[in-house]
């Protein structure tokens, strides 16, 4: 739900439809720009001073493009104090270094780059430059951030010590996991649900043979250049698919809109927000206190914009289109300050991904701690430390960061003790949280047309323009024909209380209506799912907007720290980039660098982390084992069951010691003729466990030979190692805890599956 783009994956939300002649984006357009201007092998010191210019020019584009000055130092640096003194030769000599270092790493963002390969083509002389440039770009996750596997084994020479618990597994807190665990921290994320992402969630739909992923949430890289869900795509080279330009519209009647009065009225629209600037800018601060809607409809009653049925409705549309972006009533956003971000939007199409996001956060999720069912409901915080309670459970660690979504700190559903400042409290009060439903289908066959991405709907009435305005079709990267319906501005508040039937009814009589018209019938969708996003108790909403009274500047102050021990990210944290998910992801990287900012400045007696009140690891384990998900010889493995990657992790485990006969035993490999009374043959038998992949435990299922040649196998050629339950460490346990709390929320989700309005 976290997407913020238009029909046409425009980098401006009041653009609807441009002029673009690819249909599939290059995700190495970046890679062959760099190529082009300075060649495959870039060596800075045997270049002519022609050929210097040209790719300090190019590098300083490239920057650009990544959100730094040309010839200037972000905030951020001057902070940092990257040079000794501010303007002259120094600071125009580190422009020029990290500059080249940013080239570097989008020339191949799939290795790390090292401080050595910058060597190679920066002059000695700029040694001090190399360090101070590369050490800020590292550690502010500019550069070598993501989920390629070479980065695994490039840890921080300056280790950090010390623990922070982070509060949800969505981008923002994923991204800060991964940055603060490469920094050296101890690190442990609790999330309410049972799956990490958050608002971002891909469902699998249809049945046996005709299965597609589908995201129910967040959907559209907003702007593939420089965006960091780009790097990520590449990283795992998923490809992407551009949203096509083309975007029919229809009228309430099924007939298509004539283009005529489709450029006439987006024309019409355009203008109106052009007056809306030019107006905030005479009234000056009094702007603050008005509703873009209510402006609009001013505007729009003074100058006779619409003057018939047809064009009213298409004027609705576009409205709808400006309420879908901002998920939030026009009457509810700020005239003054709506569009604050639009100087930051990134650059280039906006994209699919192939597959749906879920494989981004997948990859994420790799390597990081992760507790899942532990929705928070306190967090007490200062100088000695932070305790966070969640159920009748209580983690202490030396900071937290709280990535929970606007919707849940404006119901001030976790305590915090002390309470948040009030300039805090003030900013979640005025920033607006609003929403965006879905309704998703898939369909026996694709019938609306291969050529197409998205098409609209008009509306009869104003108070529906929302509902079914826009289809999005998932056909391209879903692997199924997969249409959604989006549902925005007031119409999204009344689809929550509405029955799903009536939902499915009523967008099927829309499709029909239009296809009908072409002689097309349209088929009885094979499952549908409508979302209720304004209902989840850990989201209590969509995206956030600018309200009115609100400003950007509270972005800024939902973004600020607490003390030394309490932190914030998430999509409302991020002035910049809100509403989006790369937004969200960049904000969790920006709070890794301030937690590793605090720690250095400041001498903690780092602390351990303490959980209270949970089973023992053993029982835990020997829990898990009682049904394990694959068995043979004196082996048996559990793996996450949420998790279907064949590199994803699990535990084996093999039980070694004196056997007897009859049947095998739920705990253990030995034969006893009574199951479950296990106290003797655990004395007769050694319990031995390993952490390994999915693909590694069926690739040994398949090796010929005993058990013994087996086990010998794992040991001496693959390189593992057996060990008891309590020396599995930190990953280990982590593991068997998440497969434990996936185990559980999948025999919960199974009993309210009807919660998921199904039809």
């Known amino acids: 739900m976290m997407e913020k783009v238009v029909s046409d994956g425009s980098s401006l939300k009041r653009s609807l439809r441009r002029k673009v002649s690819m249909t599939n984006y290059d995700e190495k357009l970046m890679d062959e720009l760099i190529e082009k201007h300075l060649g495959g092998s870039l060596r800075k010191r045997n270049r002519t001073k022609e050929e210097l210019e040209k790719e300090t020019e190019t590098e300083a584009m490239i920057a650009l493009s990544l959100g730094f000055p040309i010839d200037a130092l972000l905030d951020e640096e001057i902070e940092a104090r990257v040079v000794s ?141 420089a965006n960091p869900l780009g790097v990520l795509a590449r990283q795992l080279s998923v490809p992407l698919h551009k949203v096509r330009d083309k975007c029919p519209l229809y009228n309430p009647n099924g007939l298509p809109v004539e283009k005529e009065i489709d450029t006439k009225i987006e024309f019409v629209f355009n203008k109106l927000l052009d007056k809306v600037t030019q107006l905030r800018k005479i009234m000056g601060g009094f702007a603050k206190d008005i509703s873009l809607g209510s402006v609009l409809e001013t505007l729009g009653q003074l100058y006779g914009v619409t003057r018939t049925t047809e064009e009213k409705q298409l004027l609705d549309w576009h409205l709808a289109n400006l309420e879908y972006a901002n998920a939030g009533c026009l009457s509810n956003l700020s005239a003054a300050y709506w569009d604050q971000d639009d100087p930051y939007e990134m650059g280039g199409d906006h994209c699919f991904l192939a597959g749906g996001n879920w494989r981004l956060i997948k990859s994420l999720c790799e390597g990081v701690p992760i507790i899942y069912g532990k929705t928070v409901k306190s967090i007490k915080y200062g100088n000695e430390g932070v305790e966070v309670i969640a159920g009748d459970q209580i983690y202490q660690a030396d900071m937290v960061l709280c990535t929970v979504p606007l919707g849940v700190l404006k119901k001030r559903a976790i305590k915090f003790e002390p309470e948040l400042p009030k300039r805090k409290l003030e900013a979640i009060d005025r920033l607006g949280f609003g929403l965006l439903n879905k309704v998703a289908m898939i369909f026996p066959y694709v019938f609306w047309g291969e050529d197409i991405d998205t098409f609209g709907c008009l509306s009869h009435s104003s108070h529906k323009r929302g509902e079914f305005f826009l289809f999005y079709s998932y056909h391209t990267v879903s692997g199924g024909p997969v249409l959604i319906a989006l549902v925005a501005g007031e119409a999204a508040k009344n689809f929550e209380s509405t029955d799903p039937s009536i939902l499915i009814h009523r967008v099927l009589t829309v499709l029909k209506g239009i296809y009908s018209q072409k002689g097309i019938d349209v088929p009885n969708p094979i499952q549908t799912i409508c979302t209720r996003w304004g209902n989840d108790p850990l989201s209590h909403g969509s995206y956030s907007h600018v309200r009115v009274g609100s400003s950007g500047s509270d972005y800024d102050l939902m973004a600020e720290s607490v003390g030394s021990s309490l932190f914030f990210a998430g999509e409302a944290t991020n002035r910049k980039y809100p509403a989006s998910m790369h937004g969200a992801l960049l904000s969790g990287l920006r709070e890794a660098s301030r937690i590793f900012r605090a720690t250095k400045g400041r001498q903690i007696n780092p602390r351990k982390f303490i959980q209270k009140n949970l089973a023992p690891i053993n029982d835990i384990i020997v829990d898990l084992f009682r049904k394990p998900d694959l068995t043979f010889g004196k082996f048996s493995f559990v793996f996450n069951p949420l998790i279907e990657d064949p590199k994803s992790m699990g535990i084996m485990k093999v039980a070694i010691g004196k056997l007897t006969n009859d049947v095998n035993c739920d705990y253990c490999f030995c034969k006893k003729e009574m199951k479950n009374s296990c106290e003797h043959c655990l004395n007769q038998t050694l319990q031995l466990y390993m952490v390994l992949s999915r693909e590694q435990a069926y690739g040994l299922q398949k090796i010929s030979g005993g058990d013994e040649f087996k086990l010998s196998y794992l040991l001496k050629t693959v390189g593992l190692k057996l060990m008891g339950p309590t020396a599995l460490g930190n990953y280990g346990n982590s593991l068997i805890t998440n497969i434990a709390g996936a185990r559980r929320g999948r025999g919960r989700n199974r009993m309210a599956a009807g919660l998921q309005n199904v039809v």
């Open 85 to 225: 003194e501010l303007g002259g030769k120094e600071q125009n000599d580190y422009i020029v270094v990290r500059n080249h270092i940013l080239a570097k790493w989008r020339d191949n963002v799939r290795v790390w780059l090292s401080k050595g390969q910058i060597r190679e083509t920066v002059s000695n002389e700029y040694e001090h430059l190399i360090n101070s440039a590369y050490n800020f770009l590292l550690y502010n996750g500019y550069i070598n951030y993501g989920v390629s596997q070479s980065f695994t084994s490039h840890i921080s020479d300056e280790l950090v010590e010390g623990s922070v618990i982070i509060v949800g597994a969505g981008f923002a807190g994923l991204a800060a996991a991964r940055q603060l665990l490469s920094f050296g921290f101890k690190v442990v994320v609790l999330e309410g649900r049972y799956r990490p992402g958050g608002r971002v969630y891909t469902q699998k739909m249809g049945q046996k043979g005709t299965f597609a992923a589908v995201d129910l949430g967040g959907s559209v890289i907003t702007g593939i250049h």
